[in-house]
């Protein structure tokens, strides 16, 4: 399996930017197709993004279109998430996650990073 630790999290107010990252270890990360995803406590884990093994292929929740963009360096060992335009509703704790397709089985899951987007 391959190991995730996300970073970048942190108060932002609304309409303003944060890049998360993602620092992969263990097994070979551009084997692995590579997604965001959020949590809110008390509601379900929701997809955010993802992307194909080497980068050409991308997929975007709809709620996120056009102000967040996810990228990947495989020589890096890490995939990032670049959000824009950020708004309450964005606050979440962002997970990254590693699987087979950018639609899944997603294998293996970060801890997670706090974003609070403040109004």
């Known amino acids: 399996q391959v190991q995730l630790v996300e970073s970048g999290g942190g108060l932002v107010q609304a309409g303003g930017s944060l890049r998360l990252s993602c620092a992969a270890s263990?097994?070979?990360?551009?084997?692995?197709?590579m997604g965001w995803f959020r949590q809110v406590p008390g509601k379900e884990r929701e997809f955010v993004a993802a992307?194909?093994?080497?980068?050409?292929?991308?997929r975007f929740a709809d709620s996120v279109k056009g102000r967040f963009t996810i990228s990947r360096d495989n020589a890096k060992n890490t995939l990032y998430l670049q959000m824009n335009s950020l708004k309450p509703e964005d606050t979440a704790v962002y997970l990254c996650?590693?699987?087979?397709?950018?639609?899944?089985?997603?294998?293996?899951w970060g801890q997670g990073t706090q974003v609070t987007v403040s109004s």
């Open positions: 992307v194909n093994k080497i980068g050409g292929i991308k």
């Open positions: 263990g097994r070979t990360f551009s084997s692995y197709a």
């Open positions: 996650a590693a699987g087979g397709s950018t639609s899944g089985p997603w294998e293996s």
